[in-house]
């Protein structure tokens, strides 16, 4: 299985615009995290789906920030419009449902926003 | 609400020497508890997890944790480190109703030769 994968790498865009970050789980996970990672504030749960049905968004940081989850193969982290305090590395993770104690993270979204 | 507090940031050490890492976590159910470990520019990998039973618990890779309940602690302990080591390493708690995950603000552990 090739994990979970994130896209893009790297994102740099300029303030206001929008931004979507991508996530595919690894097949047959039933749940899915978004993460932000700062310096600041190490690791924030940011939203996590089961099934994909969103179950807690408390960490989404304001109105700027939207998340889906269409199917159970795809997922998408939408900012707009961006600011530069958005700038963090964000982390996809999923989950199987047979395996409920270990998460299987992506390799990031590096985001700046200038 | 859970939370979990990593006090040390940043942790040098030479390579040989003994390490821990310490965590200490507030919840008011039974948990999960968890240590995570990441690598430069990777997502964070399972280093190892205490579910039940016995309060020691070890990695492949010589690292250990020891749940504490009555001090809410979940410190990681490597008797001798090596320069590979250098990461940064999560403790995490996780409620076993939800399997929501909390982790802790991080320590970047850094070995000297």
């Known amino acids: 299985d090739a994990g979970v994968i994130q896209s893009p790498r790297h994102e740099v865009t300029e303030m206001g615009q929008e931004v979507t970050l991508r996530c595919k789980p690894i097949s047959g996970h039933n749940s899915l995290f978004w993460y932000r990672q700062t310096m600041m504030r190490g690791l924030e749960l940011l939203i996590y789906f089961n099934n994909n049905v969103p179950i807690d968004d408390s960490g989404m940081p304001e109105d700027r920030f939207s998340a889906k989850m269409p199917n159970a193969s795809f997922s998408t982290l939408k900012i707009q419009p961006s600011e530069p305090r958005d700038s963090a590395v964000y982390f996809c993770a999923s989950r199987s449902g047979t395996d409920n104690e270990k998460l299987f993270f992506g390799s990031g979204t590096q985001l700046s926003v200038l | ?113």
Do not use: M
Request: net charge negative.
């Open chain 2, 1 to 113: 609400a859970q939370s979990v507090t990593q006090l040390d940031s940043q942790v040098p050490v030479f390579e040989e020497a003994p390490v821990e890492l310490r965590c200490n976590y507030s919840s008011s159910v039974s948990v999960y508890l968890f240590w995570y470990v990441q690598y430069p520019n990777q997502g964070l990998q399972l280093l190892l997890k205490y579910l039940s039973g016995s309060t020691l618990v070890e990695s492949i890779n010589g690292f250990e944790a020891e749940f504490n309940k009555s001090q809410t602690s979940f410190h990681l302990r490597k008797p001798s480190v090596h320069i590979s080591d250098t990461a940064e390493y999560f403790c995490a708690v996780s409620d076993p109703g939800t399997y929501k995950y909390i982790f802790g603000t991080g320590t970047r552990l850094k070995v000297l030769a």
